[in-house]
């Protein structure tokens, strides 16, 4: 077990509600909850909804269910009702501009923050000109030098204004728990915008605040906020706030190693839930892209990723996605299941009364009995075993045998069904089996079961004849066999 760091430790996970719950997120989430309950210490759920214009209702609601559904529970934030009783305090940074608004106007007044009146195209303008002679699109400072007083006359006249951080000239050094020793020059960042005005900041300020104001002490993110993490720093150190530690995880890429796309990461977790992937298979695999425990074990229960979880071991390259071990993962832990327990999943995601043909519990647990070693997923239940609720449509081709004529498998299928007439009504693959091992002996294996197992099935592959008269029962089995000789006269 890797050894536990000593103090407090406070992380928290700030989703936007401007989209759904994607992959991405939920493993940035899951390594933030892995290692509060390593430490066992506090996860805080923090809804970043300061872009009021793309942010929705349906995606906050979305995140909630989506960790809820994964089981990653949170100490603090807001409860999923939106409400505000319970053990939960709901941290939403639009209930926050108050807070916000104290510290602008603290950096305003120590000189560390100023008011810009630079218009767009004068930026533009400006920016251009610095990147056609080859440099870096810093904004010049001009506005840097304005008194406070000229800028409050200015505003009071109905100028807008941006308000900008001071950003020292010189280089900026900070340790990340994954990556080591990272530096930034910070002449090529510039003065930085903070906030539009006092009522509304900008992410950078909103969340330097937040996690002082949270008490965080690890902020673990996606590698692709490591270039927001130099002008974090400068914000903390302009606020006099603590320091924080940093750990940027690697990004997850597609299997072509390039960024992560709708087909498989940034695919919502809600998604993958309808499809029939089982939480604890999520997070396991989750919980893989990027780490990695002591040894080659890759099934892992929670309890074990906890006990194991370690920053330490987080890799700095990227991760790639591998549909092929999800699918692999969420097979075995469908297997863990009793049959009852895979019906039950398999009617949340789908809906069985749409079947034309309804099929007993008790028939449809022996289905689940016959292909749970073969599902991957649970939504693969449906065009798995269509044929048992309905016999599709098929040519008469599938019930030859290879070289086999018409007229002989029509006999074949005719035999059996004297043979099928005579079993009881309740049929039992060691039943039909020793029933139709005669006809087997003499006509051949192929020769009996391939058509058969067409005629039950009307597919080219499926499971073995006699598991599905098993399902079927006597009445349907002489049913579907009839069609077939039926078929293959006309």
Known sequence: MARKEKGKVRVRIAPSPTGYLHLGTGRTALFNWLYAKHHESEFI????????ERSEKKYEDDIFSGLAWLGLDYDEGPLPDGGDKGPHAPYRQS????????????????????????KKDELDTERQSLEAQGLAPVYSGRCRSLSQAEAVTRLANGESAVIRCKVPNQKLVFE???RGKIEFDLKLIGDIV?????????????VVVDDASMLITHVIRGEDHIANTPKQIVIQQALGL??????????ILDPDRSKMSKRYSAVAVSSYRKEGYLPEAIMNFMALLGWHPEGDKELMPLNELIAEFDLGRIQKAGAVFNAEKLDWMNGQYLR??????????IKTIS????????LTEAQELKIVNLLKSRLKKLSEFSELTGFFYELPSYNSELLLWKEMSSKETRDVLRII???VEKMDQEINKSSAEQALAPIVAQWGRGEVLWPLRAALSGEKSSPGPYEIMEVLGKTETLNRLQKAVEKITS
Do not use: W
């Open 95 to 118: 209930q926050r501009t108050s807070l916000y608004r104290q510290h602008l106007e603290s950096m305003l007044l120590a000189g560390s923050a100023y008011y810009c009146f630079c």
């Open 176 to 178: 990340d728990l994954i």
């Open 45 to 52: 759920l923090r809804i970043e909804d300061t872009d009021r």
């Open 336 to 345: 863990k299941l009793s049959d009852r327990e895979i019906l039950q999943k």
């Open 194 to 206: 903070i906030a539009k005005n006092l009522e509304n900041p900008l992410y950078n300020f909103a």
């Open 417 to 419: 069904i004297s043979s």
């Open 351 to 358: 809906d069985q009364s749409e079947k034309k043909n309804k």
């Open 242 to 251: 603590p320091k924080v530690h940093y750990a940027h995880l690697p990004l």
